[in-house]
């Protein structure tokens, strides 16, 4: 079936092809997070976005090939509740912004606004967006044969911004978003959040005013 991006936590992932580049969504654990598997086909290297929970089942969609790299959005232990036992199971390094890295039970390097993070022969470029956390970030992959394909965290989903604790860091978000998003990347960039559907920017970009006024 086409990829749509719809998973629901016990039914089966969804994989998009892309030209140099698989996507595999799964959704797991009692708050129903999405974790991405990539893949390079030209080397078959990969890297997990999330090990959010359900270590067996990730590791299953890992398969023999093995992990590269596991890279943890930000710090809310839904999103790493799997990391320590998918880390210790495969080798693989584990990354995370260094302003929520000593949240996490396992990490390896950190990474930085800017940064590429290889996934083979393909490349992932982290976004740094504060707000939701203080080290949350997006991976954007630019697809030399598609759309952007950007993965989001719990920084932007269908709908608005990220849950934030303050209307400091409320702003903060929506201005990193704003700015680092949707001022710099086209309306067809699909994007993947940590938990529910997938949608593009340009979806959501008409509401972004609404967004701002309602302060969530």
Known sequence: MPYQGDVVVGGPPQVRELAALSVTKVAVGAMANNAYLLRCHATGEQVLI?????????????????????????????????LEEVVTATGAASLAHPADADELPVVTGTVADGDRVAVGDCALEVIHLVGHTPGSIALLYHDPDGVPHLFTGDALFPGGAGRT????????????VERKLFDRLPDDT???????????????????????????
Do not use: I
Request: charged residues 15%; glycine residues 10%.
């Open 190 to 216: 699909w994007f993947y959040p940590g938990h529910g559907k997938d949608s593009t920017l340009g979806a959501e970009r008409p509401s972004l005013p609404q967004w701002r006024a309602r302060g969530w």
């Open 165 to 176: 604790t303050s209307a400091g860091a409320f702003q903060q978000l929506m201005t990193d």
């Open 50 to 82: 999330d090990a959010a929970n359900e270590a067996p089942r990730l590791l299953q969609l890992v398969g023999p090939a093995g992990l590269t790299t596991v890279v943890t959005t930000h710090r809310h232990m839904d999103h790493w509740v799997a």
